[in-house]
């Protein structure tokens, strides 16, 4: 059964910081990789998603990577604002059938002024 | 486009009561999915449909059923709540599971408290 590991469960770093969000998966036989944010009392926000056959994408100062043999994805967040402050959640796509995302715990990011 | 919308927002029922959670999306995606969001158990996958007419349970579905009669409307049924089912639901849907077809959209969720 695949698991998600998300760590550490909670950061806290000054504004302007760059900083490294974990996501670590015990299955390699992934289709992709998503992340999301959520904000406190919403809905999830996708991020970026990360085919298994791809090392990494960008969108803006977000960056993230996948290496799928040792079952560990990374989301870099650039120059890191107040606005980012949410809770970050990795998902993985087990195969292109069906509607299968097995989520991590998710990382409660706190972007102090 | 409204994305995925979800109602009620909140609901307290008692326990044994039946209710059924909305879920509707306008982007013509097929694929659509409920999770159950609880503290420390992450997201949990109740049941997804892959189209109209196909549905297919997932990794928590006892105690709710579904049904896929249109495109755009996915509902959840709970058919005797109990306590256990305290949780935030999230609806998510996707135009396809393909490439980034497969990005997941979310609803903004309904809370539901079981006395």
């Known amino acids: 059964k695949q698991e998600v590991t998300q760590i550490p469960a909670a950061l806290s770093v000054p504004e302007g910081e760059n900083l490294v969000l974990n996501c670590s998966f015990t299955?390699?036989?992934?289709?992709?990789l998503q992340w999301f944010r959520q904000d406190p009392g919403k809905g999830l926000t996708s991020l970026l998603l990360i085919q298994s056959s791809q090392r990494e994408q960008t969108s803006g100062r977000l960056n993230a990577s996948l290496d799928k043999s040792s079952g560990r994805s990374t989301l870099y967040i650039a120059a890191s604002q107040p606005g980012d402050s949410a809770t970050y959640l990795c998902a993985v796509r087990r195969d292109n059938a069906g509607n299968m995302l097995t989520f991590g715990g998710g990382t409660r990011l706190m972007v102090k002024p | 486009n409204a994305g995925v919308t979800q109602t009620p927002k909140f609901q307290v029922l008692k326990t044994g009561q039946s209710m059924t959670l909305q879920c509707a999306q306008d982007?013509?995606?097929?694929?659509m999915s409920w999770y159950r969001q609880d503290p420390g158990m992450g997201l949990r996958l109740i049941h997804y449909s892959v189209g109209a007419g196909i549905t297919d349970q997932g990794e928590v579905p006892n105690g709710y059923n579904v049904s896929r009669s249109t495109t755009e409307d996915f509902p959840l049924r709970l058919l005797s709540a109990a306590p256990s089912q305290t949780s935030v639901y999230f609806c998510a849907s996707s135009y396809s599971s393909w490439g980034l077809a497969g990005t997941q959209y979310f609803g903004p969720g309904t809370r539901l408290t079981v006395l």
């Open positions: 982007m013509n995606h097929e694929y």
């Open positions: 299955d390699s036989a992934i289709y992709n």
